[in-house]
């Protein structure tokens, strides 16, 4: 039997430090050198894949990894079949409706009939749906931002951080949608070595 507890964390991005740090508070220590997309705990039967963020939640609905790290807005928007065991303090944002400064959309209302460029269509449609809200959903893989100053747009639905982004392209937000930080994440395949990770974690 195996007896690696498997990580599924982000290769490189926003999550990427973090989790490495949160998985050191832990106690497990990795040297994260080279380009591997694997990387074996240096004090303990652990690996690291090291993956698109977007992949983590299939690979641990799969039991291709025991657990994982992403954000709530990438969980939410996939169907997938994982646990949440904890919300990690990192990777805190919000995904919002965003307008052109000086638009006729002040509210969510306004959105009647008005086309939305996002990279969450099933969180956004979910949202919508809850407000009686019928809007066309205009999917981009990113540059979400800059959807209105093309005409492609008349609002955008994507994360906020700072808003510096937003600034930066003349848009003020209008409504919240979601809002979203890290999560551990657990397979639905708990083997041994899961539920001792997951009785860590509860201890902290
Ligand atoms: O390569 P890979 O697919 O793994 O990474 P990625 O490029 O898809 O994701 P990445 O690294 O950008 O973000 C990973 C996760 O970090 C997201 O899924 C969120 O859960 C979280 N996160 C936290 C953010 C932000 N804050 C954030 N500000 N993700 C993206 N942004 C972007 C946002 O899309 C916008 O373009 O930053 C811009 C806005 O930031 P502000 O500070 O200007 O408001
Ligand atoms: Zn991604």
Known sequence: ?????????????????????????????????????????????VSLLLVRD??????????????????????AEGANNVSVIKSLPFGV????IAVPTG??????ADLE??????????ILRSYLQRNRINAALVQLCGSVEIAPEINL????????????TLKAHGLVPIATVMESQAELIASPFVRPQTEAFIKQVALL
């Open 103 to 108: 638009s006729s959309i002040a509210c969510i």
């Open 1 to 45: 039997m195996n007896t690696t507890l498997k990580i599924a964390i982000q290769k490189k991005g926003r999550l990427h430090e973090e989790s490495v740090v949160f998985l050191n508070s832990l106690g497990y220590q990795f040297a994260l050198a080279g380009k591997g997309l694997t990387q074996a705990c240096t004090n303990a039967d």
């Open 153 to 164: 747009a008349d609002a955008i639905c994507d994360l906020v951080q700072s808003g510096t």
């Open 93 to 96: 944002c919000r995904l919002a």
């Open 54 to 75: 977007d992949d983590v939640p299939a690979l641990v609905s799969s039991g291709v990894a025991d657990v994982g790290i992403v954000g709530k807005n990438v969980l």
């Open 113 to 122: 009939g008005e086309r939305i460029a996002t990279s969450y269509p099933r």
